[in-house]
Each structure stands twice: as structure tokens, then as C-alpha cells.
Nanobody, 119 residues
């Protein structure tokens, strides 16, 4: 059983930056990859970024490429999402999720953290 806790959300002006954190606990030795997703009001949840736990290979949605960076600190069991050049359309609840080794889906989810980009 993996527990995920996100933090770092808040209100930021367009063009600003935020760094989200996701702390994992319990069974972290079995994690294969971690992902960030977001859900805007009235929209479906969408993929943002992914990082493999052991090799740190990263993947990004086209909408955030060049602006967001995902990273992880294995010693702290924490994944980060550095968000730069934020736009109003980046507003939403951001969730981190864990995919276990050998798994095909994200099995564990955090409670989410709100990001609002507005002037």
C-alpha cells in the first residue's frame, strides 16, 4: 500500500512559477513510475508528466513541454513538478500517482493540490 501526499499548490500570476511535491510512503520499493495529472473545472483529468522511478526517464504532455519539469529524489521518496511560465489554462487540481513495477495503470493516487493561475 502506497500513500501519496501532494503539496506546493497555490495562486500564481500568469508567467509565474510553482513547484509541486509528492511524498510517497509505504511500499515505495515497488514503485515503477510516478506521474502527475491535472483536472480543470468541468474537464476530465489529463496526463501532465511521468518519470520512471529507477532510471528517471521522463515524458510530458505536449501542452507542458518546455515549461514543466518532473524530477524525483529517491532518498526522500519524493517527486517534484517544477512549473514555469504558467498560463491560466494550467489551472486545476494536480494529482500525483504511482504505477507499481510490472503494472499497467496508476494504482495509487494522492488527494490533489489546487493550482490557480490568475492575475
Amino acid at each position: 500500500q502506497v500513500q501519496l501526499v501532494e503539496s506546493g499548490g497555490g495562486l500564481v500570476q500568469p508567467g509565474g512559477s510553482l513547484r509541486l511535491s509528492c511524498a510517497a510512503s509505504g511500499g515505495t520499493f515497488s514503485i515503477g513510475a510516478m506521474g502527475w495529472f491535472r483536472q480543470a473545472p468541468g474537464k476530465e483529468r489529463e496526463f501532465v508528466a511521468r518519470i520512471t522511478w529507477s532510471t528517471a526517464i521522463t515524458y510530458y504532455a505536449d501542452s507542458v513541454k518546455g515549461r514543466f519539469a518532473i524530477s524525483r529524489d529517491n532518498a526522500k521518496n519524493t517527486v517534484y513538478l517544477q512549473m514555469n511560465s504558467l498560463k491560466p489554462e494550467d489551472t486545476g487540481i494536480y494529482y500525483c500517482a504511482a504505477q507499481m513495477r510490472g503494472g499497467t495503470r496508476y494504482e495509487y493516487w494522492g488527494q490533489g493540490t489546487q493550482v490557480t493561475v490568475s492575475s
